[in-house]
């Protein structure tokens, strides 16, 4: 079985940068070898509310949403952009309450799998 290197980001949502509580929220995931960026998102509008009562649920879940829509074929202004490109984009630094984490590597030989595996374990409860 042929495996490739893979890197990944999870997608966190911040709500008060001050107290530096997050949520993981979703994870991207980009392997080079086998032209593969892919992102999956989900908010737990619950967690989110306890640490912000005020957070702008909306707002949150359409930034989350981007992700996703920028690794797909219709990505608007990043469409012009490499998969490299955009994954080095998505997970450049920011100090907005949606940002990502460090970037980390792996290996796999099926993107999909291993995008599904780290869901499960940083997103899900």
Not at 75 to 91: D, K, Y
Request: aromatic share 6%.
């Amino acid at each position: 079985m042929n495996r490739d290197v893979y890197e990944y980001a999870v997608i966190r949502v911040v709500p008060k940068v001050e107290r530096g509580e997050l949520i993981n929220a979703g994870v991207l995931l980009y392997c080079q070898p086998r032209d593969y960026l892919c992102a999956r998102v989900e908010l737990d509008a619950v967690r989110l509310r306890a640490l912000d009562p005020d957070a702008d649920i909306d707002s949150v879940r359409r930034a989350l949403d981007a992700y996703e829509l920028a690794c797909g074929a219709e990505a608007g202004p990043l469409a012009r952009e490499s998969l490299g490109g955009r994954f080095r984009w998505l997970t450049a630094p920011r100090s907005t309450i949606v940002q990502t984490g460090p970037v980390h590597a792996g290996l796999t030989a099926d993107p999909d799998s291993e995008l599904a595996r780290l869901f499960a374990k940083l997103v899900r409860l």
